[in-house]
Structure formats: C-alpha cells, structure tokens
C-alpha cells in the first residue's frame, strides 16, 4: 500500500520538487488512503443530535427533544454498509465498483466523518485538503521505518487500537524515523 501510494506520487511529482495543492486532483490512490482512514477512524467518533420533532427511525420511536448519538465510528465497521469493514482496504473506493461514488460530503450515510446536515463540519473542504497535502507529503518526501527494537516492541509500534474521547487519537503514539528521499533542493 505504502509502495503503491509512493509510486503515484513519483510518477505525478518526481523527485525534483514537493507535493503542491494542485497535484491532489491527480493523486486518487492517496485521495482513497485517506477517505479509508476517515472510515475506519473518524476523529470525531460520536456526533450528537437532540430530536426537534417527534419522528420515526428504522422502526423506533423517537419522542421530540430525545438525545441522540450517532455513532460513525460504528457506521465505518458496519458489515451491512461496508465489505470487510475491519480491513484498512484503499481500493474500495476505487475502480467503478459502489465505493468509487461514495464522498465524505455528507450524503452517503455510510461514510460520514464529516457529520452531516445542517451542522456539518464547517471546516471540512480545508481538512480534507489538509489530511492529503500533509499525509501525501509524508509520504512522497521521506522514507519510513520503524525503530529496531525486539519482536514484542515492534509489534506494539504498529498497534491501531485507539483511545475514545471527544475525538478519537491512537492509544499507542507511533514512532518512526524518517529519511529524506528526494533531490536535496526540494526540501529548500
Ligand atoms: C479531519 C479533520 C476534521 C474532522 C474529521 C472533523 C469532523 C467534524 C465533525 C464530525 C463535526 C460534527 C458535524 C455534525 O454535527 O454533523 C465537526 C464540526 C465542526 N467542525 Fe470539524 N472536523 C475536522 C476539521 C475541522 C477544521 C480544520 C475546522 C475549522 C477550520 C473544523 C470546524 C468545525 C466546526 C466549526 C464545527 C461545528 C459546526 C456546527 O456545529 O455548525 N473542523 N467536525
């Protein structure tokens, strides 16, 4: 995945230069890396809603001023929205399969990190430009690799389990060293 993701960026930017904005609309490998990061760890994994009129969801009554969560953590694992939702799988979003149509703008229920309605995210356009400027620059200007530490250290490294909150962060902060992969005057 990292190798594929490397290989796009190297072909639309080469080595002599970083990533700018305007490369972005060319990279759609690194646009669906991000959009299953935003599936599978929404940043905001709960969203709150009080009920302004009396309604119905899915067969269950929901009396006017009720609180309500709605869990997108949940939603992104869900197998009924979602093939081998615990698979951290990019391509799903690809190709011309049902994936490919969905977008994180707030009208495909399933993929919702955004939120949605009325009270979306008011700063979603700049973060979803800024989750792929700062992820594909990451990516494009440096080498990565792990500490070398015993087996068991190196498993936890790597560890995804997260800790809820508010927002969602990794219950394992990552380290990892990173090594410059482009011409010395990109960097300038
Ligand atoms: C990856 C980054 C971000 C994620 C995943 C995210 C997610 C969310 C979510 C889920 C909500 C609740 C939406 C709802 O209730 O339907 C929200 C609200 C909000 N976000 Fe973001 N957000 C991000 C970045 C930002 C940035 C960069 C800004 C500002 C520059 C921002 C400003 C806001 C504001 C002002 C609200 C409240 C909107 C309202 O209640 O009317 N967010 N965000």
């Known amino acids: 995945m990292l ?10 930017i080469g080595h002599d230069r970083r990533l700018c904005e305007s490369d972005l609309a060319k990279l759609p490998y690194l646009r669906a890396i991000c959009k299953e990061v935003l599936r599978k760890h929404p940043a905001m994994p709960l969203i709150p809603r009080v009920a302004t009129k009396d309604s119905q969801v899915d067969g269950y009554d929901i009396p006017r001023g ?12 869900d197998p009924q ?3 081998d939702p615990l698979k951290f799988m990019p391509e799903r979003f690809l190709g011309d399969g049902k994936g490919a149509v969905i977008s994180y703008w707030g009208n495909d229920f ?5 939120g949605g309605g ?10 979803a430009v800024v989750v792929e400027y700062i992820l594909g620059t990451l990516v494009h200007a440096f080498d990565w690799k792990l500490p070398e530490v015993g087996a068991a250290e190196g498993a936890q490294m790597m560890n995804m389990e997260e800790s809820f909150g508010l927002t969602l962060k990794k219950a394992v902060p990552l380290t990892a060293i990173a090594r410059p992969r482009l011409s010395p005057s990109a960097y300038v």
Do not use: H, K, S, Y
Request: charged share 30%; proline share 2%; with cysteine.
């Open 3 to 12: 190798g594929r993701a490397r290989e796009e960026l190297d072909r639309v």
């Open 66 to 77: 009720t609180r309500l969560i709605v869990n997108t953590w949940a939603i992104g694992r």
């Open 81 to 83: 929205a979602w093939e």
């Open 110 to 114: 399933e993929l919702i990190p955004f």
């Open 118 to 127: 009325r009270r979306i995210c008011a700063g979603m356009r700049l973060a």
